[in-house]
């Protein structure tokens, strides 16, 4: 099949109205170009959704994955949904050693001390960082653990061009977000504000006082309440970020410029820290305690309730509807409270409430999941090199290179300006045209059972007469599906 232009992919789509609106590398990434290069060729025969609408078993993979696999909705059926996400919110049961020693090739991310992170390029670690993102998406098993990395990524977000930032930010993935990404809030809360990566993005590591003339640095205080816990309307005042700040002060990292060893080391100095009493949000820290400030500090705003509250909206934003439900708001902040802010209990009682099986298919993909979901439905193998990652740069969702701490936005209006490059992407894709990506088309489709049950896989349920009209119109079913809005939602 000869490959098709962008007119030609727009022409049928809105024949059958199918479509609607919705760096540079260094020379060492190029060792990993053969790390998932090549088409899956065990590949077996599998049993698409049959029903005209999304089922459970679709509706717990759109949500709690990043896109269905081949066989993975037959998977489910027969599993049952509500106990694939039980299984989900316990990743530790789920063996994923295939994933982990493919990840294990990124060798520049598992340096230790944390000062051999600065052997390396900048761009060489970024380059790696993102493969390795993009390499657990497409592949791990343990896909709710994947979908809360890339949640807490944007919620405690870093952009790592400023100063060791460059260095240290595969550090804060690796330690702060992977590793309590299913785990305690507070847990993360406190891992977060003593990432040296952090410090160093919102300039913890200059929070200091040495008299009672010198004002702390209140940027990361007051992000820690508007963005990382209370939320702007959380109803905290500019005294409470002061107060915050000044629990905040003396805590710094051994910066490269200055220190010869044990760069990256963060440290608490006393002699730094404003001692003297404090009240945050109403409750009061009594002076002496050092660097236990930060602790009754990390104590009073984890589980303050608009805490709660704003982390259940976010939660509920992702998983529900962008403009969430009242009622599950309130049931999953209910349980973060109950539960001391643990994460896995809030999740479980989100996915227990009526609104969240009730809204199906509602939700646009961002430009990340987007492309993972490309992947993975169709059992593509992707070295995650430079045409990928320019794919991604070009939709302007590049993992790790957001430029605000708020992160990249979860709901839908801000990423419409990105459809013609979805279907730039589409095209490329289907047309082989992403160097280093590959996946097993004709394959793909007799696995399925051919093109209407291959649409099914693809949209979650049977295609409509219009939808498979406008794609066989095309020349090219699978570029016209793909840049479809029912694959572009979940």
């Not at 760096?23 to 029903?51: C, H, K, N, T």
């Not at 027969?78 to 990743?91: H, K, M, N, S, V």
């Not at 785990?183 to 040495?210: E, I, Q």
């Not at 992947?375 to 957001?402: I, K, V």
């Amino acid at each position: 099949m000869s490959p098709i232009s962008r007119r030609t992919l727009l022409k049928a789509a809105t024949a059958g109205g199918a479509v609607a609106g919705i760096g540079g590398f260094s020379a060492l990434s190029q060792l990993f170009a053969p790390l998932m290069a090549g088409a899956d060729d065990g590949l077996a025969a599998f049993q698409p959704p049959r029903s005209d609408d999304i089922d459970d078993a679709s509706h717990v993979l759109n949500r709690l994955t990043f896109g269905p696999r081949p066989g993975q909705h037959a998977e489910i059926t027969a599993l049952g949904a509500r106990e694939f996400i039980a299984q989900q919110l316990d990743p530790a049961s789920i063996d994923d050693r295939w994933i982990e020693s493919r990840a294990a090739r990124f060798e520049a991310l598992r340096a230790w001390p944390l000062g051999e992170l600065l052997e390396y390029d900048a761009r060489e670690l970024l380059d790696q960082l993102t493969r390795k993102k993009i390499l657990h998406a497409v592949h791990s098993k343990r896909q709710l653990h994947e979908v809360m990395v890339d949640f807490w990524s944007d919620h405690f977000n870093i952009d790592p061009s400023k100063g060791d930032s460059k260095w240290l930010k595969p550090a804060d993935d690796r330690e702060v977000i992977r590793a309590h990404a299913l785990g305690s809030f507070p847990a993360l809360l406190k891992a977060s504000a003593l990432s040296p990566s952090m410090l160093w993005y919102l300039d913890g590591r200059v929070n200091r006082t040495t008299d009672d003339s010198e004002r702390p640095n209140e940027n990361y205080g007051r992000e820690l309440l508007e963005l990382h816990s209370l939320g702007v309307d959380g109803g905290y005042t500019q005294k409470d970020v002061m107060e915050v700040a000044r629990c905040l002060t003396g805590w710094t990292v051994r910066e490269r410029a200055k220190s010869g060893f044990a760069v990256g080391k963060v440290e608490f100095r006393k002699d730094l820290h404003d001692d003297g009493p404090k009240t945050v949000l109403g409750t009061a820290i009594p002076a002496g305690l050092g660097a236990g400030d930060l602790d009754r500090m990390i104590g009073i705003v984890a589980h303050h309730p608009s805490t709660a509250h704003y982390l259940a909206e976010k939660l509920c934003r992702r998983f529900i509807a962008d403009d969430p439900p009242t009622s599950a708001v309130t049931a999953v902040a209910d349980a973060f409270q109950k539960s001391n802010g643990e994460i896995r209990p809030t999740l479980a009682a989100l996915f227990n409430t009526p609104e969240f099986w009730s809204s199906r298919g509602g939700k646009t993909k961002r430009p990340f999941h987007f492309v993972v979901s490309t992947l993975r439905a169709t059992s593509a193998r992707s070295n995650a090199g430079p045409a990928l990652q320019n794919h991604l740069l070009r939709l302007g969702h590049a993992p790790f290179q957001y430029p605000t701490p708020d992160g990249y936005p979860e709901e839908a209006q801000p990423w419409m300006a990105t459809l013609l490059w979805r279907w730039k992407f589409a095209l490329d894709f289907a047309n082989r045209k992403l160097e280093g990506t590959n996946f097993p088309a004709g394959k793909l489709t007799r696995a399925a059972g051919g093109e209407t049950a291959l649409a099914a896989h693809l949209l979650g349920r049977t295609p409509s007469p219009d939808e498979m009209a406008a794609a066989t119109a095309s020349g090219a079913p699978l570029a016209l599906l793909i840049a479809s809005p029912a694959f572009q939602t979940f």
